[in-house]
DNA sequence: GAAAACTGTTCAGCCCATACGCTGTTTCTC
DNA sequence: GAGAAACAGCGTATGGGCTGAACAGTTTTC
């Protein structure tokens, strides 16, 4: 490709260097980093310190390297979060054949990965997805879904609803996994809150709290989930057809 | 109630202060400020500059304060976020009758609420709800459910499918509303990605740009991923009876 | 060899949350 | 009524973050 400087002025954030598009240099010294080398870096304080460690001051300093030496790789901490989020998520698996297969391994590998990454969910979500990972993984289960029969418009609004799902699901894993840390302090909140229940007019709350379901019945049941959603959309394949 | 003052020690940021647990002061000066001043002041920075814009210094610049004094009031900014987040959000409405009519407005309802105040979008999850709107708001939606014939733990797995599609379709409209305005940029993505969704291996990404569905395909369909969601409750429920 | 382009650096500005110590005010207790 | 205790708000200070501008050094091109 001849082309490749192309002006990339109004694009969004990270578009053009998640797609490996940089700007070729002719003069002056080579440059003493990577734009892989920072995002790698910043995935690394991301595993180890969470979402809000991967900062362009940390990265600086563990690469020896002054703060702002990082606006000549990347335009802005947006623009790096970015590439981060795509390189830290990763590819999509190949998923088995047949929708329901598909879709639950699909649900279930971004479970896995969040699970493996739990800062990603710390990420916030800028727009509609325009990276290579990410678009392969929406790639991979439109290509599932259609064998199902639907429209594209429709295959898209099933695979947001999964999508979202999965990412629900990991959110809550994630949040459990922090508070169930502290079983002391959860009896705490029990004893402050259930009177307070009582008296406001709360009685399913009051059940749920007084049969230790709370905190308890909201477990990682991932399949639950996702047989409702499954079985939603099947029933719209079979009315379909 | 005369034991007001129970030692909050250990409570998680905000959860007293939610529910009107204030310590009771005997001496020194007259605060000048009041927790509720303070968090519809930060409710009005959320509305009126984003998420972001709801600092302590800002409020207490508004308040004509030093911005310590608000450690007065509040712990921290957790604390606070806390507290503008279930104030902010708000209590829930009525439910119709029928399981499904009350699903159905309890979605549109949360997403009406994202959609009054999108930043609320932006304060991250912090663990299960425990202040008064927001259990009020799972209050209501078990009392709907209880009529399934389902268990406790089957109805909350349903509460949460619901919930978590509620945010994240108010999620997706949110950025729809924000990428729409510059049909100038978008189309400006499209050059930039659909050689490189080709050249790629990106058979069904290339079709969804080349058919203009992308960025106008995932409208705000709300009805869709809701109808397909009951549809998949609904079957749960006709199998347990 | 000179000019252009590009590197990283330092300096600087502005934002944020938070800790500490001070002064003045209010109220309880003796 | 006087002193002590408790509490308000303030100023100062620390540490972190993102970003812009000016500058000196290096490499390539003309």
Request: aromatic content about 8%; charged content about 20%; glycine content about 10%.
């Amino acid at each position: 490709m001849e082309g490749m400087t192309e002006d990339r002025g109004e694009l969004p954030p990270g578009l053009a260097l998640s797609w490996g598009v940089q700007p070729v240099q002719r003069r002056g010294p080579k440059p003493a980093l990577s734009v892989e080398q920072i995002v790698a870096t910043g995935i690394g304080f991301g595993d180890s310190h969470g979402f809000e460690a991967v900062s362009l001051q940390r990265i600086a300093a563990r690469l020896g390297v002054s703060t702002n030496a990082m606006y000549r790789y990347v335009r802005s901490k947006d623009e790096l979060i970015v590439l981060v989020q795509d390189k830290a998520f990763g590819p999509p698996p190949e998923l088995p054949s047949g929708w329901r297969e598909a879709a639950t391994a699909w649900v279930h590998a971004q479970v896995d990965r969040y699970a493996e990454r739990p800062w990603l969910l710390d990420i916030p979500i800028r727009g509609a997805p325009v990276t290579p990972n990410q678009l392969r993984w929406v790639e991979v289960m439109l290509a599932a879904l259609d064998s199902t029969g639907l429209s594209q418009h429709d295959n898209l609004g099933c695979l947001v609803i999964l999508n979202g799902y999965a990412r629900n699901h990991a959110s809550l894993v994630r949040q459990l996994e922090a508070s169930d840390n502290t079983p002391v302090q959860a009896e705490q909140v029990g004893r402050f809150l259930v009177p307070r229940l009582i008296e406001g007019g709360y009685p399913m709350m009051t059940a749920l709290y007084t049969n230790q379901e709370y905190e308890d019945g909201v477990d990682d049941d991932l399949e639950f989930g996702l047989t409702r959603i499954l079985d939603g959309i099947e029933v719209l394949i079979n009315r379909k057809s």
